[in-house]
């Protein structure tokens, strides 16, 4: 067998990840962004502090949980390393469908390994809440794409993955108590559940990409947002075992459609509305809202639609792609023929059908013809050029245009990837990727969704983006 993938899939490993910031480094147009490389580079090369922002109201600080602001303490990753782990989260959605097209990304490209503690499949994000009496604080990931929030648990009798926070004791809280098995609750769970004849408990299964897992004991206890927002009572798996991409997390806040979700349970005193606004760089903090404050001025409304055969995702009419300025020639039945396209919180790069990507393709490089386009795909990306010795570079705008005329204007680093290998070679990729199959769900990814304030009014049926409350 030859040894030339994984020589290549080293090399790959050596490149580290940077961020063209347009607006520090550059001049804007109508159509185009413009940003020095090396100066974007080197701001990016270095360890930079935490700039933690204050937001006013209620709401949780979000962070990105490889960068400087984590309290995880988990290894830094690279941007290519998360972009593996980015697949497995991508075919773990796409696999909620029935008759999913198999995924396909692993027969082109070696998988890598998963080990505890170094990366993830589910969220990039973390946010800080409490559980118990008295309440105990863990970091969890925040997801759209589950519905069930689960902590790891004592006595973790399955096994439980080293996280950073003290593992929860449920035998330490005076208001925890186990949903009984034969309870309503128990079948409203979305999750395989069942009994054991050892135990009267709900026992629910939750299962992720790259096989990780959370298995446990389903139970209540009470759950602090802020100290404003307290609710008794809340649904969450206490985990006796599981294995995965959960990093260093306590374990998972579950923000899906199901009636588990946080977003179902605090419907009373938040009407099914949330937002969060994503860092922009590791090294910044976004917010997770909820309720009526969470719904910024100036924000602009498409429809929020659900899709038979996905119980749990978020799903939004998108209708067209603009490069420079320009509508793509895409007909509205690309996107339509397909299951369509979900907003995700954990997904790091948008996935377009195939017909689709190849026509965002076509018009970057097309745009992009003076620059050399790198012979070779870099992981998910087919579209780079190679950046050396390039001092500033100018772009094409990108805009994700959605039913009801809301066009999103993607910024600077969710149009283009730099990265570096550590010498003198830079390369540039498109950062967007196509599906396999148009009957794969397309995704918007978190990449593509920072710098904006996005608005799930679930109640209301409607998606909103608002550029300016970040
Ligand atoms: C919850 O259920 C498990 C399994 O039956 C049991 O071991 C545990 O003691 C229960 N906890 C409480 C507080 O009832």
Redesign the pocket.
Known sequence: MSTFPNILLCLLLLFSSVFIDAEAAGAKTDSTHVARVLEALHQHDEEEACSSKEYEGSGLKIVDRHGPCSPLGEAKASLLQIIRQDQSRVNWLQSQQLNAAPPQFYAKEASVPTRHGTSLGTGNYIVTVGFGTPQKDMTVAFDTGSSLTWIQCQ?C?GGCYPQQDPIFN??QSSS???VSCNSADCSQVGLPTGC?S????C?YSATYGDNSISRG?L?HDTLTLTASDVFPKFQFG?AQQSVGLFGRTAGLLGLGRREISLVSQTASKFGRVFSYCLPSTPSSTGYLKFGAEAIPAGVRFTPLLTKRGFPVLYFVDMVGIRVGGQALPIPASTFASGPGTIIDSGTVITRLPPAAYAALRSAFRQAMSSYTLAESPISLFDTCYDLSGVETITFPKIALSFEGGVDVDVVPSGILVALRDGGSQIVGCLAFAGNDDSRQVGIIGNRQQQAFAVVYDVAGGRLGFSPSSC
């Open positions: 006595p009798a449920p035998a925890y108590l186990n054991s050892s135990s009267p408990t026992i004991f139970a206490c």
